[in-house]
């Protein structure tokens, strides 16, 4: 079965929320990698997002 990415809502620790396509991690589970990353510092077409940043996530 394959994955498709989804859109989600990613809660980071010190009160900011931004939005992205999640497209998966890697294979020890320590980042997310995402597409289209909205931020209020910026957009960026891909990233690396580290778990322990994250609160928790949405799709």
């Given at each position: 079965?394959?994955?498709t990415p989804r859109p989600?809502?990613?809660a980071l620790y010190?009160?900011?929320?931004v939005?992205?396509?999640l497209k998966g991690s890697?294979?020890?589970g320590d980042t997310l990698s995402v597409a289209d990353l909205a931020t209020p510092?910026?957009?960026y077409?891909?990233?690396?997002l580290?778990?322990?940043d994250v609160r928790y996530l949405s799709c």
């Open positions: 079965m394959q994955d989600a809502q990613i010190g009160k900011t929320t939005t992205a396509t890697n294979v020890t510092m910026g957009f077409k891909e990233a690396s580290r778990t322990t």
